[in-house]
Every structure is written in C-alpha cells, then in structure tokens.
C-alpha cells in the first residue's frame, strides 16, 4: 500500500460549478430545479465538510459519528447525491479520468498493476452513509475492482478499526507480512499473514488496525495468498523442473542461492507488494520448514510437470 503523492486537482467547488452549470442548461427537469433552489446552502454545506475531511485526513474516524450519518443534505437526498456521482463522475469523465491519473500505475491498496488490474473508483466513506462525501473527490480513490469490491461499505467505526485513505495514510506493508506454506491434501497451501504481533515493535491498537485494514476491509491476506499458490509458487517448480533431480538438500541450498540472489533489503524498502516480494517471502517460510514431506510432494509435482510438458511436445 502507498499513500497518493499529490492530492486531487478538483475541489468540490469545481464539481459542484459544473453540476449547476449543467442545471441551468436543463432548468425544467425536475431535479434540476430542487437543486438549484438550494444551491447556495448545499455549496456552503459541501465546502465546510471538504474542510472536515482534509482536516481530518489521516484519522478519518473521527468524521465517522452518527452526526455525520446523513440522509439528506438541505432537502437533497442520499438516492439524489448518489445519482450526481453516477453522472458526473461516469467513465467519460475528466472528473473520474483526473483521479486516474494520479495513480497511473498501481492500485494503491494491493499495489496490483493496472495492467492486470480493472480500475474503479472507491468511496472511502461509503456514499450510502455518508452523502456529503459522494461526490468529494479527496474521498474518490481509485482503486482496483478486486480491493473496491472486498472494502464494499466497511467503514471501521470502532478504536481498533480506523479508516485508511491512501491520499493521507501510508502503511508499508512489506514491513509486516510473512508467508506459512503447508501440506494439505496432498498439495501446498500458502498464506500470507501479518506477522505475529509479538515480532512487530508496534503498539496494541495498531496492531489490532493493521489487521482490520489488511484482514478484514481488504482481505489482502487472501489475494497474496493465492497470487503465492497459483503463480509463485508455480513458476518456481517450473524453475525446479528446469534444474533437473536434486536431493533434499540440494533443493534446499537451491532455495537459499535464490533468495541470496534477490536485493531483500532494497524490496521491503520499496515497499510494493511485488511479486518478487511474494517471491521472497515463499523462499523464506520453504527453507523454514523443508523436510523429506515438502521434499516429496515438489518431487511429485515436478514429474507432473515434466509429463505435462512431454504430452504436449507429443502433441
Ligand atoms: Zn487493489
């Protein structure tokens, strides 16, 4: 995860000008008309919860109250703010497109590609309950559909929950995660958690948050746990298969040259969950636990492979 350089370039004020100069071009549409009657108010409004928002950035909580649970704003509805935003900020919009481009690259919460990546735009604060931020675009991330769908509406409403906006808040996660690979079924299961609390020097709370934003809104635990099956963990018994048989402890030293090979403190520096971190991470909890049972299993699974890869060159 990393925090957004630079904040969004269009203020609420800049929406909501073009909102109502769009309502003056169409006067007789009904919705149009309710809106302009109180755009003085509701601009007012929006202005002094954008200054709420900035203020309150990298604690959102603290903006999260029942009092901020809102269900019209000067007669406006919550169903009628979600309409603007469905609108204003639909794919063509410079609105939605000025959010893109400042994170041209990653998403910011699973640091996954966008080439990979479907983009979306996600409410912080999530629109149904919060309709003063619906069309706010410091609470517009743009983050991967995958991240968008997982957080849904959570919010974090409690002390060791918190809200996480990547346009304030950083969390280098390549500090706190390890991987636990398993034998299960006669397959390997991998699993990339946080790191047991009683290694990490971080207080309590924060410890209890960095698990509700990684576990819980995101569910990050499982999307790198399955990147490291399906994808690590594959390319490096293709790698195996390509080396041809080895003992046990030729295996594991094979292992160690790999990891020696890798810039470990340059990648948890980076910070980006990148599939050469995930990478190093496999390494690591395989020279862990490597017995004559893990040993087996990749020899099995190699000979698969090899199979696999005769019948198609038969083919
Ligand atoms: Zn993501």
Not at 276 to 281: D, S
Request: proline share 4%; charged share 25%; net charge neutral.
């Amino acid at each position: 995860m990393y925090r957004i350089e630079n904040h969004p370039k269009d203020s609420i004020d800049v929406i909501l000008n073009e909102i109502f100069n769009y309502m003056e071009q169409h006067p007789l549409n009904r919705k149009s008309a309710k809106l302009l009657s109180v755009r003085k108010e509701l601009r007012r409004t929006l202005k002094k919860y954008e200054e709420e928002y900035k203020e309150n950035g990298e604690d959102l909580q603290q903006i999260t109250n029942d009092n901020y649970k809102l269900s019209t704003i000067h007669g406006i509805s919550n169903t009628h703010m979600k309409e603007l935003y469905k609108d204003f900020f639909d794919s063509d919009s410079r609105f939605r497109q000025n959010l893109y481009n400042l994170t041209p690259n990653r998403c910011p919460i699973c640091d996954a590609n966008w080439g990979y990546a479907v983009r979306t735009l996600d409410h912080i604060l999530p629109e149904s309950i919060f309709p003063q931020f619906s069309i706010l675009p410091l609470n517009l991330v743009p983050t991967c559909y995958r991240c968008n769908h997982s957080k849904s509406t959570t919010v974090g409403y409690l002390p060791n929950e918190g809200v996480i906006n990547p346009f304030f808040n950083n969390i280098n996660l390549t500090n706190y995660l390890k991987c636990y690979i398993y034998i299960q079924n006669n397959d390997f299961t991998t699993h990339i958690h946080l790191k047991p609390e009683s290694d990490l020097h971080i207080n309590h709370n924060r410890y209890q948050r960095l698990k509700f934003f990684y576990e819980k809104v995101y569910k990050m635990d499982e999307t790198y746990s399955e990147v490291t099956r399906t994808s690590i963990l594959n390319s490096l018994l293709v790698s195996l298969s390509k080396v041809g048989p080895m003992s046990q402890s030729q295996t594991k030293r094979f292992f160690s040259s790999l990891l020696e090979g890798m810039r470990r403190e340059e990648i948890i520096k980076d910070g980006i969950v990148t599939t050469e971190y995930l990478k190093l991470l496999l390494l690591d909890s395989l020279i862990e636990v490597y017995d004559s049972n893990y040993h087996s299993l990749i020899q099995e699974m190699i000979s698969e492979k090899l199979i696999i890869k005769r019948q198609a060159e038969n083919f």
